[in-house]
């Protein structure tokens, strides 16, 4: 919605992702450019030389990935065209790192997150953690929370439905 909404504002939008499924391709504007990027195995570096002439192409200035593992891409796309041709905004939803292997792979994503422009996070709760626990969104790389929300209108119920279910044995 977010793509949406930038590209009815006639901003020039693009979604790339690494591999699908492709579940929200039917939501997304016809105005929204589609970049599969199309990765093969863990790590892809074709699918890292797609994203580079993507941003190329598109002459991108700003990038955002969402979660860790897209991050490593964006860090790669940084480095290699820098903070003032491009900014990168990591936005991260998970809540807590639980598994051992993951805590390892957190000293490879800390490094990488702290290369970040800026990190979004989905709650405040959120932001601390990974502020205290990672050091990920502590100055001087600067933090937002953009709150979760739901579209009222897609979860629309009728008032007597909701009596009628309350009332049910």
Do not use: C
């Not at 979604?15 to 391709?25: F, H, K, Q, S, V």
């Not at 905004?89 to 800390?110: I, P």
């Not at 601390?128 to 790389?141: D, M, N, S, T």
């Amino acid at each position: 919605r977010l793509a949406n909404s930038l590209a009815e504002r006639g901003l020039h939008v693009a979604i790339a992702w690494l591999n699908g499924p492709e579940t929200l391709r039917p939501d997304i504007s016809s105005q929204v450019v589609l970049v599969p990027l199309e990765r093969r195995g863990k790590f892809s570096f074709g699918a890292v030389a797609r994203l580079m002439k993507a941003i190329e192409r598109h002459r991108a200035r700003a990038l955002v990935t969402v979660n860790l593992y897209p991050a490593l891409y964006g860090a790669l796309a940084r480095l290699r065209f820098g903070r003032r041709r491009m900014r990168w905004m990591a936005s991260l939803n998970t809540t807590d790192v639980m598994t051992r292997e993951m805590e390892r792979r957190m000293l490879l994503y800390g490094v990488v997150l702290r290369r970040a422009d800026s990190i979004l996070f989905g709650a405040q709760a959120q932001a601390k953690l990974w502020q205290e626990k990672y050091r990920i969104g502590a100055p001087p790389v600067p933090a937002d929370v953009l709150y979760n929300g739901v579209d009222l209108k897609r979860f629309d119920i009728h008032p007597h439905a909701i009596t009628q279910r309350s009332h049910a044995p």
